[in-house]
């Protein structure tokens, strides 16, 4: 067992925000989440939105007066970044840079451009991390509800001597206090957030759904059948580990099913895709994923897209959206 620091709501006391002003750059995922949670917390939040965008008016709609990156840093003393990775770097340096002033905390809710030095604040304010473990939107919806999601808590800098617990307060005042804050470094965080993101969560999950879901249909499956036992099912599943781990999953399943799972799991992850795992945790940690990302931003996102649009399009997809539309209670979500 490690030696892991995780803090709760009595270690947490909102009192190093408390008469502070929160400015919040972005209000997209976890913009808006963070926004609301530290208003309803009893914070006082300002909210930085480009105007005419979805999320300005969305802003407006949650009662909010967005303005600009500029006017709110100028009156903060926690600046929390919620933008996309891509773009925190030229909005810092246009326009939080110039108008930072010593004493005020730089607050990130993922590590990224810290780590990479993409971003490089001066040595006078604090530099923080409040990670949440899970989408801005389960981030409000958990707090609504009296729960919260858990999160990690790193400082990189601290310039006041009051970094961490002004962190703490930040999570307590989104719930995650109410869930666990654990400690974690701007490295580990970035680093481990990527490789779970691309090897299991995102990029690994998505490979074998749908490498499984062809290799069904290949051998003359019903696509319907397939879209059903190798993604809709996935949901079932997964609750079942959020909720007691592999143990409570295997205990839940029929013993036909455990047994294939432990015998035949393995023959899916091999020595080489292990292997391959390690090469992808030697790109994060070496830098060169986020390389090829900014430059694959810098030049138009076309490969991005071509993906992306490949998988929008596929068989699966189509199936999927035609089989949702057949489950109202789903509350689907579809992108055009």
């Known amino acids: 067992m490690s030696n892991a620091v995780i803090h709760y709501e009595k270690d947490a006391p909102l ?36 105007k005419g965008t979805d999320n300005y008016q969305l802003a407006l709609k949650h009662k909010f007066k967005p303005t600009t990156a500029p006017q709110v840093v100028k009156v903060a003393d926690l600046i929390i970044v919620t933008c996309p990775d891509e773009i925190q770097a030229p909005i810092y340096q246009k326009e939080i840079a110039p108008n930072l002033k010593p004493g005020q905390t730089l607050g ?5 451009n810290i780590h990479f030095k993409y971003i490089d604040p001066p040595d006078d304010v604090n530099v923080i991390m409040i990670a949440p473990k899970g989408p801005g939107h389960l981030v409000r ?26 962190a703490l307060a930040w999570a307590h005042g989104i719930g995650g206090a109410r869930a666990g804050i654990l400690e974690t ?44 036992e190798c993604l809709h099912e996935v949901k079932l599943i997964v ?10 999953m295997r205990y839940s399943i029929s013993n036909t099913a455990e047994f294939g799972d432990l015998t035949r799991g393995p023959r899916i992850i091999t020595d080489a895709t292990r292997k391959e795992m390690k090469k992808i945790l030697d790109e994060i940690c070496s830098g060169r994923f986020a390389q090829e990302w900014m430059h694959e931003v810098k030049t138009g996102k076309k490969n991005f897209n071509a993906l992306y649009q490949l998988d929008h399009d596929s068989l699966i997809e189509q199936v999927g959206r035609k089989l949702r539309k057949m489950m109202p209670w789903i509350d689907q979500k579809e992108v055009p």
């Not at 009192?15 to 914070?43: C, E, F, M, P």
């Not at 790193?154 to 002004?166: E, F, L, S």
Request: glycine share 14%; aromatic share 10%.
């Open 15 to 50: 009192t190093a925000l408390q008469g502070k002003t929160i400015a919040v750059i972005g209000y997209g995922s976890q913009g808006h989440a963070h926004s609301l949670n530290l208003r309803d917390s009893g914070l006082k939040v300002v909210v930085a939105e480009l």
């Open 108 to 112: 990130f809710c993922h590590g990224f």
């Open 141 to 166: 919806s958990e707090y609504e509800k009296g729960g919260g999601v858990p999160c990690l808590v790193a400082v990189h800098q601290d310039a006041t001597g009051t970094a961490k617990p002004i």
């Open 185 to 228: 470094t701007f490295k580990e965080e970035t680093e481990t957030d990527l490789f779970g993101e691309q090897v299991v969560l995102c990029g690994g999950l998505t490979a074998l759904i749908k490498a499984g879901f062809q290799t069904l249909v290949h051998a003359g499956y019903q696509p319907e059948v397939a879209y059903f």
């Open 239 to 248: 609750d079942l580990m959020y909720q007691g781990g592999l143990s409570y």
